[in-house]
C-alpha cells in the first residue's frame, strides 16, 4: 500500500484490489499479510475476494499461512463481525473442511448449513453471539490447523 496516500477508505480499497488481483491464491503471503492490516476495510476486501475465488470452485483449497491467519481472526483476532462471518463463510467452502465438516454440538454440518446458520447469527446476533457460534462451529478446523 502506497503510505503517501491518505488512507481513506476508497484508496485503501483501490490499493488493496490491485494487491489482491497480481496475487496469487496458491501462494498465500501478500493475501495472508493483508488479512493481518488494521483497517476492517482491507481485511473485508481479501475476504470478499477469497469468497468469490472459492464459490467459483476455480481453486479448492487455501494455503495453510493463510488457514491460520484465519484461525487467528476466528480465536479472537478479529473484531469486525461482517469479516468474522466471511471467514466462517470462507472455512465452510474449503475442500478440506468440507471433507472434515464442521461440529456444532455434537451434529456434522454441510458448507450449505454453515452458510444458513451464518446468515441467521449476522441478522440477528451481537458479535459476542457470532464468536461464540464461530469457536462450535470451528472447533474441528483449529485442532487440525495447530496440531499438523
Not at 492490516?37 to 483449497?61: C, H, N, Q, T
Request: charged fraction near 25%.
Amino acid at each position: 500500500l502506497d503510505i503517501t496516500k491518505p488512507l481513506t477508505p476508497t484508496a485503501v480499497n483501490d490499493e488493496v484490489v490491485v494487491a489482491v488481483e497480481e496475487s496469487n491464491m496458491a501462494n498465500g503471503s501478500i493475501l495472508s499479510d493483508l488479512l493481518k492490516f488494521p483497517l476492517y476495510e482491507v481485511r473485508d476486501r481479501v475476504l470478499e475476494y477469497m469468497e468469490v475465488i472459492l464459490a467459483e470452485g476455480s481453486i479448492k483449497d487455501i494455503p495453510d499461512d493463510i488457514k491460520e491467519e484465519l484461525a487467528a481472526m476466528i480465536l479472537g483476532r478479529e473484531q469486525y463481525h461482517k469479516c468474522l462471518i466471511k471467514v466462517l463463510n470462507i472455512l465452510a467452502l474449503c475442500a478440506d473442511i468440507e471433507r472434515t465438516k464442521w461440529q456444532k454440538c455434537g451434529s456434522l454440518l454441510g458448507p450449505q448449513q454453515v452458510l444458513e446458520y451464518l446468515i441467521c447469527m449476522a441478522n440477528d446476533h451481537s458479535i459476542d453471539d457470532v464468536r461464540c457460534a464461530a469457536h462450535m462451529l470451528s472447533g474441528r478446523f483449529i485442532s487440525q490447523v495447530y496440531n499438523e
